[in-house]
């Protein structure tokens, strides 16, 4: 089972049950445009990309380049509206 440690320290698995619950998929808005009418579901999914929610801390980890290249992490801020609270 594929698995990686985000900064706080949660354990994050990329593989298993299906769908994954902390899994993400995205695309671009220019690559969906490139899609139209009736679609092949395989061959969008796989132009997604895929990125992992930490379920503890929220960080945000992005497969920009596939599973073959480490993630890179993004932090969650806190929202000017929260702050003012």
């Not at 695309?27 to 445009?33: K, L, T």
């Not at 969008?44 to 890179?72: M, N, T």
Request: hydrophobic share 35%.
């Amino acid at each position: 089972m594929a698995k990686f440690r985000c900064v706080c320290g949660e354990i994050i698995t990329t593989s298993g049950a299906i769908p994954t619950p902390n899994e993400w998929l995205y695309i671009s808005d220019v690559d969906y445009g490139r899609y139209s009418g009736t679609v092949d579901a395989e061959a969008l999914y796989q132009a997604f990309g895929s990125a992992f929610v930490c379920p503890r801390s929220g960080h945000i980890w992005i497969y920009k380049h596939g599973f073959d290249h480490d993630p890179e992490g993004y932090a969650p801020i806190e929202s000017v509206s929260q702050a003012d609270s």
